[in-house]
């Protein structure tokens, strides 16, 4: 008798855990209040309601991506913060793969961070035109030590005029990094820093060529060059938006039309700017193609085996290059039209789901304090973001003098070419961003490996892409 | 008796349980958001019926159909290559040769590593400049080939780099295979037949249950190929190589469209059905099980 009622005791416990298990996957999904409400020490917090804010104990969350490297920095700053701020605990959550997955999953278990790091050209305008961001220009117009023009040009990220969803802790930008030794053996004048004199993207192309080396020796200026058998390239050119974005914009070109109404990349300065960079690698042969550049290694590595003499690149690539002790500097960018320069970084954003709205802003100036991440920015990963570390000499030579990560044309060729000709990336203001590229991307590819011509594929996909076109951000009204 | 089914469902009960929980709850719960425009970031999910059907079939999302396409093909050419291949591999691995165990090993080998660490060495190997294909090919004078970067090779070279993983299904014939009674191929020898006779007549009949399970097991799994599109290629060159499962997981994850995305999801679901289905039908025809009749 005793037996089948252990058992009944067992299937019992069995069903009590299933209930557990069933109400634990319920209460997170249900649940409206934010995440942490869960945590003891927030519970307590919110139970003791406004009244003495300063004494509360409060656990802000945040999800990030990235490196090592910058995780450590993030916890330096957190750690800052929780010193200042004694009763805020910070809990940091690293999510180093499939960062949106793993986000969207969150947002759809009702279980968000306070803070998350975010990235223009994924989830953050979605999330942001649902409502679920707060607009960060309620604390820029009233906050004492922050506002927008302390912030350095293109690091806020706005979903419409007015409405900042994203503010970025290091911006990055475009230049052209090379390899010292190559010009000096070449005896060539390598690329100037200044913007002032840029090459012309002629003058570009004829240096590019004389570093172009095939497997016997010649240069691609010769006749007989073997464009089949290249040992040195002149040029690595990523094929992605980032890189040629820099060209568009140079060249007076978009992505749309100012009013935001119309595809742009198959008018004429665009569709010219594309052009020229497939030339660099089915004409002139002194670029790898996508296939072949699936060989070049990493930049630094790519510079220092002198696989390529110049890289058009990120300025994060100085991290590496000043690892790697390969002989390098920096150089603008060859201009089409005018001297520019894209401007790409991750970004933070605050959920309104926030309970602590007034410590997550100050948990997000922490992060964003140069001061915080100064390992990074001296490292070569990243850039300040505020302007005053651009235009005070003091701040400025913190991070730009006597550092391998920052050679002699860094000033002029990054940080000027920032603070004076930079341009929005077009993830920023481009309304449905990814679907126009997906449109795009298989066209370019097929421009890239020389089959199309860039007015034909832009051209043959421009009524499709018309038609994902939704507006642009930056436009009021 | 009772009692016998009691404990033999709280025995099974965490697959039960897990099978509700885990699979059925959520099939039936995306079937229904397949019928909304479930957006996860969105507040309010809509009931729209058969609309995100509609969509997909009226041609309106071109890349719907350029999936099934790409997955159709990609299927078309793995099923039969990996069904041959691993049939021969089990033939070869069954003979009564020296270093049987040490071969079997290695053949079982490549199927126990992740298949993401097996794409990325895959991703080297088909270099077009430095991986050890071209330059094996170049050795050989032999023309080489742009493999996961042109439209044209892009699907040939990721059915070779699956056929990688053949090992549990080589297994899976060496198990049917070991099962045939030694008393048939004595029989033939008595009659004088040769090889080939032992083949034709014994082994294949002998094995069409293996060859059908496997069959099906492999169209399945290839209709769901999804890490060799996001490691290998993201879907390029032009999309050559979107497979309907990275299409999908794109819908769902990257444009947040999960109502859409579980539309996508059903879709797939009937056709994988569909060939099942279709493969069970006709074998009865070729299938011969040792002993029992044709059902």
Same mark, same amino acid.
């Given at each position: ?477 | ?66 999936? *099934?396409?790409? =997955? ?6 793995? &099923? %039969? +290559? /990996? ?7 089990? @033939? ?9 165990? *040490?071969?079997? =090993? ?6 126990? &590593? %992740? +298949? /993401? ?7 080297? @190997? ?9 330059? *094996? ?159």
């Amino acid at each position: 008798m005793s037996r089948p009622r252990k058992s009944i005791s067992v299937l019992i416990a069995l069903l009590l855990l299933l209930v557990a298990i069933l109400s634990a996957c319920s209460k997170s999904s249900s649940g409206q209040d934010s995440s942490n409400a869960s945590s003891p020490a927030n519970s307590a917090s919110s139970a003791s309601s406004g009244g003495d804010q300063s004494k509360e104990q409060i656990t802000l969350r945040m999800t990030v991506w990235g490196a090592p490297e910058e995780v450590a920095a993030y916890k330096v700053a957190i750690k800052k913060f929780e010193e200042k701020y004694p009763n805020i605990t910070v809990k940091l959550q690293h999510i180093p793969t499939d960062y949106d997955t793993k986000l969207t999953t969150m947002v759809a278990g009702n279980d968000v961070p306070d803070i998350a790091q975010m990235e223009s050209a994924s989830i953050a305008f979605p999330l942001a035109e649902q409502g679920k961001f707060y607009n960060l220009q309620e604390f820029l117009s009233s906050d004492p030590d922050i506002n927008a023009e302390r912030l350095v040009p293109n690091i806020s990220y706005s979903l419409e005029p007015g409405n900042v969803i994203g503010l970025g802790p290091g911006p990055e930008t475009f230049a052209l990094f090379y390899n010292e030794d190559i010009f000096k053996d070449a005896g060539l004048t390598p690329p100037p820093s200044k913007a002032s004199e840029a090459w012309t993207w002629d003058q570009f192309v004829e240096v590019a060529k004389k570093l172009t080396i095939d497997n016997k020796g010649r240069n691609a200026t010769d006749a007989d060059f073997d464009p089949k058998n290249i040992k040195q390239y002149g040029v690595n050119f990523p094929t992605w938006w980032g890189s040629y974005s820099n060209f568009i914009f140079s060249n007076g070109g978009d992505f749309l039309s100012e009013d935001g109404k119309s595809f742009a990349l198959n008018q004429p300065a665009a569709v010219e700017a594309l052009q020229k960079i497939a030339d660099l690698i089915n004409v002139h042969h002194v670029a790898p193609s996508p296939v072949q550049a699936k060989n070049i290694p990493a930049p630094n590595i790519a510079l220092q085996t002198k696989k390529v003499a110049m890289d058009i690149d990120g300025q994060w690539v100085s991290a590496g290059l000043a690892q790697s002790k390969v002989h390098y500097n920096v150089g603008v960018l060859p201009i089409m039209q005018k001297p520019m320069t894209t401007v790409v970084c991750g970004m933070f954003s605050m959920f309104k789901s926030t309970k602590h709205p007034k410590e997550a802003w100050e948990l997000m100036k922490a992060l964003m304090d140069p001061d915080a991440a100064i390992d990074m920015i001296t490292a070569g990963t990243w850039m300040p973001s505020y302007r005053d570390w651009y235009t005070e000499p003091t701040l400025l030579a913190k991070w730009t003098e006597n550092l391998d990560s920052r050679p002699s044309g860094y000033k002029d060729a990054i940080v000027d070419v920032l603070l004076n000709s930079s341009h929005q990336t077009p993830t920023g203001y481009v309304k449905n961003f990814n679907k126009i590229m997906d449109i795009v991307n298989p066209a370019l590819d097929k421009v890239w490996l020389g089959q199309q011509s860039a007015q034909e594929a832009m051209d043959s996909i421009a009524n499709k892409a018309q038609a994902q076109v939704k507006g642009r951000r930056d436009v009021k009204g | 008796m009772r009692k016998g089914l009691f404990y033999g469902l709280l025995f099974t009960s965490p697959a039960i349980l897990g099978f509700l929980i885990f699979t059925l709850g959520p099939m039936i719960a995306s079937l229904v958001l397949s019928l909304t425009d479930y957006n996860v970031f969105r507040e309010h999910t809509a009931f729209v019926g058969f609309d995100n059907y509609s969509k997909l079939f009226s041609g309106e999302d071109e890349l719907f159909y350029k999936s *099934l396409g790409v =997955t159709f093909y990609f299927v078309l050419l793995r &099923v %039969p +290559a /990996v069904i041959f291949i691993s049939f021969v591999i089990a @033939l070869l691995l069954n003979l009564n040769v020296r270093g049987r165990a *040490l071969f079997r =090993t290695i053949i079982y080998l490549p199927s126990i &590593v %992740p +298949a /993401v660490a097996s794409a990325m060495i895959w991703m080297w @190997l088909l270099n077009p400049d430095l991986g050890l294909a071209n330059s *094996l090919l170049r050795w050989l004078h032999l023309p080489a080939g742009s493999w996961l970067y042109s439209e044209g090779s892009v699907i040939p070279s990721v059915v070779l780099t699956t056929l990688w993983g053949i090992g549990g299904t080589v297994i899976i014939f060496l198990a049917g295979l070991s099962g045939i009674p030694k008393q048939y191929y004595e029989a033939i020898e008595v009659d004088g037949g040769g090889w080939y006779s032992k083949l034709r007549h014994i082994t294949i009949p002998m094995v069409t249950p293996t060859i059908f399970f496997n069959t099906i097991m492999t169209i399945i799994g290839s209709f769901q190929v999804f890490n060799e599109a996001y490691i290998l290629t993201q879907g390029g060159p032009n999309n050559k190589s979107l497979f309907f499962v990275f299409y999908l997981w794109r819908t769902g994850f990257r444009d947040t469209e999960m109502g859409y995305a579980s539309a996508l999801a059903w879709v797939l679901f009937i056709i994988i059905l569909f060939f099942t289905l279709i493969v069970f039908k006709t074998s009865k025809s070729w299938v011969h099980y040792e002993g029992g009749e044709r059902t």
